[in-house]
């Protein structure tokens, strides 16, 4: 029996990208989408690849009082223009917010996946985790469950495609001859992405205060994201590889690897590439990880929440391999 | 029941490729992997993300004695190295031909997948166009099937991306640093796909001659094609638009649209597209198609093939969107 | 003497390529600097890596009754924006206008200046060709001014970087997510070039009607821009070679190859390189230009347009070698 | 009254870019061109877009034996290859070599040209920096020089184009379909960088001990290294830039930016910028700089190192704006 879904926020690329999943997963129905700058579209007019049985469904206007029937709502909507809109949804509608405004608010679940999912089971409002804290709290959760690593003083160098400014409204700041051959830091200091990531680690830790840098870079290519983080501690590379073997003996969707990770590998999955080097001499413990910025930093891992809220497989719809090269 | 099915080539982008769309197919299972450059190592080794059960399956040398029991065999090999070598192949083991040494050879179908899947249902060895044929006929093929335009007067320009030119040793001319902001012309006046492409020209039009020029140029970017084709002929564009849709109708991979296509529509998917503009005045007609070079252009119209010849759906395992942005 | 220069239209991709060009100009002194969106501004602010000491010269808005004492004027706006307001500046004012209102206008020479410096030499207002038009017409100029092709059958496939594509308003079409990795035609049988190309092509074959197919292609790429010339003629490939090496000789900027050229030979320089290949059996010549499409296509020549009607060395300012890789 | 240079190594994108600085410079005249893969090419066959003077001259083995009359070597070579040649050179002839061999070599200079040009000025052997520390040295000295962090706790995540891999043999790590869309970390812990920062930061910081842990990756585009690096000190933001506009004031190369750098400000030029963000509660300092590799990471930098040594303008022939976009 077929799970009755919407998806709010349809233009965006992380919308776009719960379209594509939604449309092959075996137990979703894709009955409603609203997208602010596509209302009135059909589906195929924004989505020229969109699969035949969708071609025709018409893009909605987003209003939470003119919902169709549904079992289960995806929304990706701009930080700070959701919270409200989602208040007004009826409570026997799950929810998956792709957005960031309901990172550890009151009734929501903080969706890491890979990390918790028995946090997330049962639950019938899940908030994504961000993009870098996709790939960087991935990555630490072993080190940090395990005491390996010390949660006061971690240094997160991120480092994301384009795709991760979102489509907006043309910002010519990424414009393609402005942002081809471009690389560059922004928001230092203050990345609206610091505060859950802190939350979290502090939580994995089991309460000790986060100490936490962050610097988000925009490299030129679409899609990926690469943390790089720089923690005190005593483990060896070994160890920090063992410990997150164990940790995520298991799961379907976290491959560690001896290798550095490279962004390529997880085009258009679900997947998460973690590792490490450490040298333990100096107590350092260098920390990779990497995820599709829009996969399991966005869609991706909005299904995987989705399938443990509606009690499916967590692999359902999630299973195709990355796109290479 | 599962279908037991081999890759030879896999250290290639073809052959990837179709490892790729291979793993998600819900009547094939990967029993064999064959590659020159990777004979020896796990299959994860190359390709981080394969799926689990598949991670441990040791890429073997391409030897046709020491096969294991097979169904259906892909082979995706430089042309000039493969003929040979599948002569030996058992004729219980159905082979789709990726490389170019057995289009239009005897006993062999040529796989155009979307125009006559009539010729390929029940074949046991199929030769799969080129990956610039299949963005050029797929575009043609209603217009010489109508008889729309001269099949003795065609300028055929085509653009791919460089995992087209394959992956080969290495060449420099291919490096990132080389071929990143450049784009240029090659095999002019001899392109190996022109043959072919001329023999399906002259098939479609029901006999007459083929006149071809086809120009091939190298693009920034991984993977797509466009083929700008422009012909001689009276219809008008709705006409001709008018006459692929009934020529398509039923087809589940050919979208006909009236916007000029875009290579990105098609990424990571076995569709084409293709669109027409002409100015009849001037007896002219453009006919555009679209494919991802390793999609329909290569291991998705393999895996399209291998259906027909299996009595399977034609769209089973390739039914997944196009990967967007 | 140093020559007093304004540009207008300096926030545009065309207009900071001639603060570029003439920053390094021997003999130009930048006095004044004008741009819609960058009004206010200290040069530096917009180009960070702009001269020191030119860094602090604050941006204007532009105004024709409002500029200071000036020799020559380099103006890049959009097409159908600066008609009226050049026709209110002064007389005693040069003007090289490398945006498209005054291309074949009344009063002003067409400045394809490696074709007919002669024409322009003298001139008090020169109107830059347009970019396509750069690369086509100095490919073909040989070919038409020998006879050898036919002018009423020309099919031209166009390529360009995107920046070919001006810098906008921020267009969402053209930020980099949707345009990396995408490749498509555009503008079909209708695009703005076409006129001024015609002109040239029959003014070149002594008056004969031409006959234009015009395809542009934008290419994920930030600059160049190949154009790919079907035509009907029956001079062999070594008899192009040797027209256009014959046409050409002693023009500094345009060099003749026997290899198919690529866009990034010219990168950064006002350098053109063209090449043929031919069939004379099948009467068949193909032409290819490759230029810089924000050099030779922009703002190159307009610095040799202006050196040429200012009585400076033809090369005096674009002598640099292409930035490569 | 001309200079007479040869450079070694012009099959390498270090050599190409230095034949680029040298064919436009002022004083220079290049009579002497080395390359392992071009040897007995014409350069324009190599450089398509060389200037027209210097298209004939044929590249040469590589022999310290067979040399003309030359008063000035670049020198780029793969690092273990060039010092017993180099030491085979006559003393009569300057030599500046981007290569890896001679850094803090007995009596080699180390041509850090920003920073100290006093150490470089009547010199005959100077060895460039590297590409990654010209980014990163640049960026600490005045911090280290005026004491605002500790020399002892530098984390130095650094990000590079592929031309920084090098042109060498065509390998398909560094092929296009690979690298492009792909971002990873490389040579974790033990890259041959390292040594020479260390060296410097001792040197800058009067002799304290460095503890440095760098992370190089490569980014997928052609040119730009940004480091982003993570120090321990007290200061302010506006301390640490005001340190710098001090330390690099009257200096022709070097901007210090309020803004975060991006690496597309420098392409094709030999400036830096440096930027620095900082918050003194946690005693934490983010320094970033940026370079174009080729640039001030290789062929700009050594023409300022030549400049210096022989008596020239720094500047000279190092003048030309970034190309942008």
Redesign the interface.
Known sequence: MSIRVGIVGISG?GG?EA??LV??HPSFELVYAAGEGSAGSRLVDR??????RLADLVIRKWDPAALPKLDLLFTSLPTGSSAEALARVSGDVKIVDIGGDHRYAEGWAYGLADVWPDRIEGQRRVANPGCFPAATLTALAPLLAGGLIEPGNI?V?A?T???GAG????????????????????G??RHVHMPEMATTIERLSGGSAA?L?F?P?L??????I?A?V?CRGRATTEQCLEAARRFYSGR?FV?V?D???????????N?A?VSY?A?PE?A?V?A?GVVDNLGKGAAGQAVQNANLICGLPETAGL???????
Chains 1, 2, 3, 4 share one sequence.
């Not at 299973?319 to 090269?325: D, I, R």
């Open positions: 690329f776009g379209l594509r449309a092959s989505f020229p690849g969109a699969p035949a240094v160098d480092k495609g384009i795709s489509r907006g409204g043309g910002d010519s700041r990424f414009g393609y001859a402005e942002s081809n051959e471009n690389l560059l830091p922004y230092l200091l100490g840098v610097t870079h490299v030129p290519m679409t899609r990926g690469l790089t720089y379907a491959r690897t290798r550095p990770p490279q962004t390529k590998w997880a085009t258009g999955s997947l590439f080097a040298d100096r350092l260098i990779m299973e195709g391999a990355p796109v290479w090269p």
